[in-house]
């Protein structure tokens, strides 16, 4: 099973957010810097992960990103159901039309099933118990940030 790369952004985002001092914001072109990914793919991911209630955001000059209580808790297997919006992992249609075989495919609810245990094998990993200071340490450090407790 393979997450697609927008919710790989989003993770990395949360797990940043989580190794930051409480209340610190960090502005999404800091998340950007830190993950690594670009300034635009970052945005989104904030927005979503805002509009998840993951994160809350503070307007302004001094604004930016921290997590929430909600983005402390929350668990892998719960954030990546949330981002995909894939109804199957399969693309049962074509330019010819649809899979002569779609009538009772086994193939699918297979596959369904198989997500559905990807998922609950990451429900008890919280995401911001993931990050490492020695991993993290390095990336605040290049954004001249306060270091990690």
Known sequence: MRINAFSDVCLRALMLLSASPEGELLTTQAIADGVGTPYNHVSKAVLKLRSLGLVDAVRGRSGGVRLSAKGRTTTVGWLLRELDER?????????????????????????????????RELDELVVSSLPHRSQMEPVFVMLSTRRPA
Do not use: K
């Open 87 to 119: 109804e199957d992992l399969v693309d049962c249609e074509s330019a010819a039309g649809n899979c002569p075989m779609s009538n009772n495919c086994g193939l699918r609810g297979a596959l369904r099933r198989a997500r559905e245990a990807f998922y």
